[in-house]
């Protein structure tokens, strides 16, 4: 199947680890040029350079620091600058901490917000005129199967991600007219560091020993395993293909099919 993302440019936050990783090779196996950004320009250097080695495509790496506007503005400046345009945006940097809600201090509220909400937020502004200008554009939110499935631990993140499952409808209406296609992809437990560690909290703050907790977690699901970061790149690289040029304002759930409910 040809996702005709061949020359495409695409910029991928938190794209050096993880789901963004695999996200960012993922579109480039398929021909895209790529950007990615994350904090660290050791973990980007190396990123591009398996990019490259493995694809031949151009990758731009930007680093920057997404949880002030300031950041977000230089990598959406830099990335438009370098491709003269943009055509895909992967919002996907953002790791909210887990923990006990009565114990959680307000900065770590506002600080995890700033980065995902307030990231996603922000680089979608500072993106979606540019999208308007060129015709129309492709933008896809790595949001969190927590926002659909409440959890005394990760009260922080379930808020954040159902918060964005509104904004990805919500902007998906007014990117409409402009043939900008917004949708968003919910992972559940995925095989990345940012969840051990994640798990890692959320037993602390349970009271539960880290391997017990880890294992009922992944017992959960009934296909006997957790996801991987390429199971949620490829319906990335589908949704903002031109083979989803009908699928606006949703966000699939991606979970093994451990949610108990009958929504996407």
């Not at 199967?145 to 005394?152: F, G, H, L, T, V």
Request: neutral net charge; contains cysteine; aromatic residues 6%.
């Amino acid at each position: 199947m040809d996702l005709e993302l061949r020359g495409k440019s695409a910029l991928v936050t938190g794209g050096s680890r993880g789901i963004g990783r695999a996200v960012a090779m993922g579109l480039a196996k398929e021909g895209a040029r790529v950007a990615i950004c994350s904090r660290s320009a050791q973990s980007l250097a190396a990123t591009a350079a398996d990019i490259r080695a493995k694809t031949g495509v151009e990758v731009l790496q930007i680093p920057a620091d997404l949880s002030s506007l300031a950041g977000v503005t230089t990598v959406a400046t830099r990335a438009v600058e370098h491709f003269g345009g943009l055509d895909v945006l992967v919002n996907n940097a953002g790791a909210i901490r887990g923990g006990d809600f009565m114990k959680i201090p307000d900065e770590q509220w506002m600080g995890d917000w700033s980065l995902k909400l307030l990231g996603y937020i922000r680089m979608c502004r500072a993106i979606f005129p540019v999208m308007q200008q060129h015709g129309g554009g492709r933008i896809c939110n790595v949001v969190g199967a927590a926002a659909r499935n409440p959890s005394p631990g990760y009260l922080v993140g379930g808020t954040a991600n159902a918060a964005l499952i509104n904004f990805t409808k919500g902007l998906a209406d007014l990117g409409a007219p402009s043939q900008i296609l917004v949708t968003g992809v919910s992972p559940a437990a995925t095989a990345t560091e940012r969840w051990e560690s994640l798990i890692e909290q959320q037993a602390k703050a349970a009271g539960q020993p880290y391997e017990d907790y880890r294992a009922d977690a992944v017992r959960a699901y009934p296909l006997g395993r957790i996801g991987t970061s390429e199971d949620v790149a490829d319906l990335v690289c589908f949704l903002v293909s031109a083979r989803a040029a009908f699928l606006t304002g949703i966000t699939i759930t991606i979970d093994g099919g451990s949610t108990r409910g009958v929504y996407p």
